[in-house]
Structure formats: structure tokens, C-alpha cells
């Protein structure tokens, strides 16, 4: 996959593409659903993504809490696992902001990336104050020649499938009603950061890795699914991770730290990818690091239990 950034910089090679146009954060059910509508509206095109970075609404507002489900390289890497050839992450920015959505369709979908045929949701609203919605799009490629294909929304049981309702179920620690959500586990992915060795001390050697700018699961403990993604140690894991901030130990920055089962060696530097699986349960401050020791040779039990059952 070609992650391209500069609409205005194209090659020849990167045009003619039929491209599923959104934010994709978590590239959930829904989004998946678009992408599949863009391959069949042209399986002899390149298939194609455009999305936004940063992501409009952090944007807009730089100072709220952090929201994202995935970082862009999570991103990139889940897009590139469904057949996307070209991803098309533009600057979002003042530039693009101020955008119409005639401009926009004529200046990035057509002059810039010369697109085929562009699929969006149900309710993608686009340009200046997101003022283009579905139906004007289709206006808009009607005159200017290129398709567009609406598609439908999707809903997981009684509930419309969203990024929003998908933070709803991590916050609440019910990562298996994500999951059903997004079609695949939450995951968390970045390089494994230096800690304290805190953990290496206590007889668990755990691969700290920051949540910085992603929406934070509720803090706990949890049964994880573990994906080496380089370096000498490459390959899939069982193991437990803590989110939170390590109440045991004073004032801390919120991070998850990943015990995995059954390995010796080095990950500091390599890419992990984290799934959640199970909550067990909350963060606790115990008494004493004996009472900390036996309640994670616990929790290490219960999730062995948990996975081996997947």
C-alpha cells in the first residue's frame, strides 16, 4: 500500500482510483462496509482511502480529551490488511478547511487526485463548515464525472455500528462488544517505550507502551492478544496488560504495560500491537507488594484461561 499526502503532487499511476472517503477511526464494521462498496464499484481500479490528519474534530478542537480509537499507523496498518493499494492521507488544515464542497470536489477529488469514483456514508457531510452532504456529492460527480456510490449505515444488534458507541464499550470495559463492533479486537499499537522496571523487579516484565492521543479504555486489567510487528522477536503472544496509571506507585502518566506469556528477550524499540480481549478487572492500590505479586500470578491464570479458549 501507497500512503500518499499531497493531492496536489500525484503521479500519473495514483489516478483513476475508486476511493472510500472518511475519518476510518478504528476502521470498524461500517467503514469496512464502505471500503468493500469502493472495491465493487470498480475491481479493476485501484482501491483506494481518503482520510484526514490530523482528524478534523482535533482539529477544530486541539484541547479535548483525547478521543482517537486509532493512531495513523494503526490506521494504515488495519487498511493495508483489507486490500487498500492507495491511502490518501491528506493535511487536514486550513487550506482544505476552507474548502466549499464545490472546491473540494473539484480541486482535491477531481483536478487533485483524479478519482473514478469516490464511496462515502450515509451521513458524510464535507466542506467549508461541512456543509456538502451525500446528495450534493452526487450532484457534484454528476457535472464534474465521477461516480458516487452512498452507502447505507450499519447497525450491530439494536445499536447504529460508530466510533462513538465503539468508546462507549471500551470506557465501560466491554472490549468482546467493541470488537462485534469493529470486526476485528481493539488494538493498541506504538513502540515499546523505556519504563521504570518495576515490573521486571516484581518477577513480570512488562512492555510499556504510551496511549497519548488515544481514547483511554476503562483502566484496568485485561486478558491481550499480542502482535510483535518487527525486530528479532516478531510474531503472536498471549499475555495481560494494565491500562492505567499504577496507583500502587504515586502519580503516573496513563500507558499500558503488556506482560507476555512464555517470552525472554529484548522489545524495547520494536512495534507492538496490543488486543484487548477480557477486562478483569479495575486498577487497585494493594497493601504491599507481596498482596500486588499473588493477585497478578492471579490475574496471569485467569488470562491464560481466557485465551486459550479463543
Known amino acids: 500500500m501507497r500512503i500518499l499526502r499531497d493531492y496536489k503532487f500525484i503521479a500519473n499511476e495514483d489516478r483513476g482510483a475508486t476511493v472510500a472517503i472518511g475519518n476510518f477511526d478504528g476502521v470498524h464494521i461500517g467503514h469496512q462496509s464502505v471500503i468493500s462498496l469502493a472495491k465493487a464499484a470498480a475491481p479493476d481500479a485501484p482501491l483506494g482511502v481518503m482520510c484526514f490528519e490530523p482528524h478534523p474534530r482535533a482539529y477544530f478542537a486541539p484541547d479535548m480529551a483525547p478521543f482517537r480509537l486509532t493512531g495513523p499507523d494503526a490506521r494504515a496498518t488495519r487498511l493495508e490488511k483489507l486490500g487498500v493499494e492507495r491511502l490518501y492521507e491528506l493535511p487536514f488544515n486550513q487550506a482544505l478547511a476552507s474548502l466549499t464542497p464545490r472546491e473540494f470536489a473539484q480541486d482535491v477529488i ?14 458524510f457531510c464535507f466542506g467549508k463548515g461541512r456543509k456538502g452532504t451525500a446528495d450534493d456529492l452526487i450532484a457534484l460527480g454528476e457535472e464534474l464525472g465521477f461516480g458516487v456510490t452512498i452507502a447505507p449505515l450499519v447497525t450491530g444488534g439494536d445499536q447504529q455500528v460508530s466510533s462513538t458507541n465503539i468508546r462507549n464499550a471500551l470506557s465501560d470495559g466491554r472490549p468482546r462488544d467493541a470488537a462485534a463492533m469493529l470486526g476485528h479486537w481493539h488494538r493498541i499499537e506504538g513502540p515499546v517505550i523505556g519504563g521504570e522496571q518495576r515490573g521486571r523487579e516484581l518477577g513480570f516484565p512488562t512492555a510499556n507502551m504510551s496511549i497519548d492521543g488515544l481514547h483511554p479504555p476503562k483502566f484496568g486489567v485485561y486478558a491481550v492478544l499480542v502482535d510483535v510487528l518487527d525486530g528479532p522477536h516478531a510474531g503472536s503472544y498471549h499475555g495481560a496488560s494494565s ?49 500486588l505479586v499473588a493477585q497478578m500470578d492471579a490475574d496471569c491464570a485467569k488470562c491464560r484461561e481466557i485465551l486459550s479458549a479463543l
Open 110 to 123: 477531481v483536478d487533485g487526485l483524479g478519482l473514478a469514483h469516490v464511496v462515502v456514508g450515509a451521513d
Open 243 to 291: 491500562v492505567g496509571v499504577r496507583p500502587m506507585f504515586g502519580e503516573n502518566t496513563a500507558n499500558i504495560e503488556t506482560y507476555l506469556f512464555d517470552f525472554k528477550g529484548d522489545l524495547y524499540g520494536a512495534q507492538l500491537s496490543v488486543a484487548l480481549v477480557d477486562f478483569l478487572r479495575p486498577e487497585l492500590k494493594f497493601d504491599g507488594l507481596e498482596a
